[in-house]
């Protein structure tokens, strides 16, 4: 049974929300009960899969297949790291989940978001977020900052089209009733700072509630 509390940052690329993970990292470094990870990613065999997934060399990789290894790394993820922490009492702090997946593979690559939700299911075997903070924020000015870098990965080089659907497919998600309850709405366009403070009230609220 669950115990702990499951928070998931999501937005679309270059909306910022890795560099306020990274504050936050800093501001409860003394926090033992915190723990940070990210998706895709978080365990070594999960990690693999990210090399596989975000690789500029693999050009030849299919919808399906992305898709397919998103959804492998995430079900190594929960299995290993989140669903046992949570056990433990712990908060997990995620640069993304499932959502993420609804909105670049099911939006972004037309594989339908009931396609991908089928698969992402399966993997996360009934785990869901506590809560999902996103950071609102024009998706095509700010990933040309990332898509001009020498470091931009094989998904943020995949077009302006591409990342207009996935932002489309996210705020369709967000409208919906279903993640209205538990969603975070974060104005990404202010200065990094504000947008830090903005996300640390909210957090040290939900955790006084724990103690």
Known sequence: MKKGL???????????KTSIINLLKEYYKDNKKILFTREPGGTVISEKIRDIILSTKNVEM?????ALLYAASRAQHVDEFIRPNLEKGKII???RFVLSSLAYQGGGRNLGIDSVKAINDFAIDNLAPDFVFFFYVDPLTTLKRKSQSKDADRLELSGDDFHKRVYDTYIKLLDSMKYEKFLKKIDATKQMLEVFEDVKNILDKEMEKLS
């Open 62 to 66: 299919s919808k399906r297949t992305e």
């Open 6 to 16: 499951f928070i998931t940052f999501e937005g679309p690329d270059g909306c910022g």
């Open 93 to 95: 702090i995620s640069d």
